[in-house]
C-alpha cells in the first residue's frame, strides 16, 4: 500500500535541514539538501510504521492542518512524499 505523508522541512542558521513529519508524533530526520532530506524522510516513515506494526499499533493517516512553528529555523517548507508501507503497519 502507497501512502502520502506531509513532511516540513526547517532550514537551519547552521547549514542543512531538519525535517518533521506531523501526522507521526516523534519521526523525525534531518539531511543537508531537500532531496536528500525528502529521501530521509521516507526511509523515517517506513522505520517509524515498521516500529508500530512490530507493537501491534495502526498507522495514523495523514494530517489535514498542522501548527507550525519555526522555533530557530530560518524558514520551512511543507512537502508530500509517496511511501511504500505494504509491509508496514496496519492503516487506521
Same mark, same amino acid.
Not at 523515517?44 to 489535514?64: C, N, Q, T, Y
Given at each position: ?13 547552521s ?8 501526522? +507521526? ?7 543537508e539538501? &531537500? ?6 524522510? *521516507? %526511509? @523515517? ?6 516500529s ?15 501548527? +507550525?512553528?519555526?522555533?530557530d529555523?530560518?524558514?520551512?517548507? &511543507? ?6 508501507? *505494504? %509491509? @508496514?503497519?496496519?492503516?487506521?
Amino acid at each position: 500500500m502507497v501512502r502520502t505523508y506531509t513532511v516540513v522541512l526547517y532550514r537551519e542558521e547552521s547549514g542543512g535541514y531538519s525535517v518533521s513529519v506531523p501526522a +507521526l508524533t516523534g519521526c523525525h530526520t534531518q539531511g543537508e539538501t &531537500v532531496p536528500e532530506c525528502l529521501d530521509m524522510a *521516507r %526511509e @523515517a516513515i517506513e522505520a517509524f510504521a515498521a516500529s508500530m506494526r512490530k507493537h501491534g499499533e495502526r498507522l495514523p493517516e495523514d494530517v489535514a492542518a498542522f501548527p +507550525l512553528e519555526l522555533g530557530d529555523a530560518l524558514d520551512a517548507s &511543507v512537502y508530500r512524499v509517496k511511501v511504500d508501507l *505494504r %509491509e @508496514a503497519a496496519p492503516v487506521a
